[in-house]
């Protein structure tokens, strides 16, 4: 069982609605962060978050609106995507302190924008 | 910029041995990741080299030359469950921003 847990697991929105994805991280972790993976390209980073401040906004569209109300959650408000925004968003977290950066990983959460 | 290169896909029957190479170029080095992941599920921590040479667990070794910007994958006892995708990952800093690799698909095949 995964110590990072994201809901929805599936999402299909149209291009007009507003939703939210959700991340919760239960292994006490000071940096959290939204990547987004589409097929058959690398993970790509979008934000970080260290003790709730963002640290890192990677060129994102503002149509992608992350929020960090405490260290253990992770929102990731979405409006008026596009359907090449279709893709596996990942969430992540890490000790923040230690010497590795080692990542924790949700199970994702797979977006389908109509 | 930041370049992580990994081949796309490997075939290889089960019991065999395959290597999966990674070259990287990235503006720091804080360490190079491995991660595994099957369809539909979360990147699972593999591996992690800091130093120059080879890390060995079980089935599994992950090598790295800083020198030359390169490290590999190696999984020896091929099993079935063993086909997923293989993510090639480097840190450029202490607090867990990796630059990943497009992931290489490994099949197993009986």
């Known amino acids: 069982e995964t110590g990072v847990t994201q809901t929805p697991r599936h999402l299909v929105m149209g291009m007009t609605n507003k939703k939210s994805l959700k991340c919760e991280q239960h292994?006490?972790?000071?940096?959290m962060y939204w990547y987004k993976q589409s097929a058959k390209k690398p993970l790509e980073l979008m934000f970080v978050?260290?003790?709730?401040?963002?640290?890192e906004n990677n060129s994102v569209p503002s149509r992608f609106s992350p929020e960090c109300p405490n260290s253990s959650h992770l929102f990731l408000h979405l409006h008026t995507l596009q359907p090449e925004d279709s893709a596996l968003y990942l969430c992540?977290?890490?000790?923040?302190?230690?010497?590795?950066?080692?990542?924790?990983f949700g199970e994702g959460s797979r977006l389908t924008v109509l | 910029g930041q370049n992580i290169d990994q081949p796309t896909e490997m075939t290889a029957t089960e019991g065999a041995i395959v290597q999966i190479n990674c070259t990287y170029q990235t503006s720091g080095f804080n360490g190079l990741f491995w991660y595994q992941q099957h369809a539909g599920e979360a990147p699972t921590f593999l591996s992690y080299n800091v130093l120059d040479g080879l890390e060995e667990k079980g089935r599994f070794s992950s090598f790295l030359s800083r020198s030359k910007g390169y490290s590999y994958l190696l999984l020896k006892e091929l099993q079935m469950k063993d086909s997923a995708s293989y993510l090639c990952?480097?840190?450029?800093?202490?607090?867990?921003?990796?630059?990943f690799g497009a992931g290489t698909q490994v099949v197993v095949t009986p």
């Open positions: 990952a480097v840190s450029t800093d202490s607090w867990g921003k990796l630059q």
């Open positions: 992540a977290s890490s000790p923040g302190t230690s010497k590795t950066g080692e990542l924790f």
């Open positions: 978050y260290n003790f709730k401040e963002q640290t």
């Open positions: 292994l006490g972790h000071n940096a």
